[in-house]
């Protein structure tokens, strides 16, 4: 089983490279963490920037948006009905 990250150390790293413009190789030396991995970490991030914040659960999110949408649709219905 590989190391285990924590999501503060994951944000800290990809921010480095997202908004300071460091080098991906050379941060990943840095910080020892396998090129794969912090590729990963990147596309995650681009995915959803939110993705390392503490306490964040995307299928959380993702059902509370779901619950949204249907409450608005039924807004929407009880508008055109008047």
Request: aromatic residues 10%.
């Amino acid at each position: 089983m590989g190391t285990v990250y924590e999501k503060s150390f994951k944000k800290k790293v990809v921010e480095e490279i997202k908004k300071e413009g460091a080098s991906t190789s050379e941060t990943a030396i840095v910080y020892r963490v396998p090129l794969k991995t912090l590729e990963k970490w990147i596309t995650a991030y681009n995915k959803d920037s939110r993705c390392f914040d503490e306490g964040y659960d995307p299928k959380e999110y993702m059902e509370k948006m779901r619950r949204e949408i249907i409450k608005r649709r039924r807004e929407e219905k009880k508008l055109s009905e008047k």
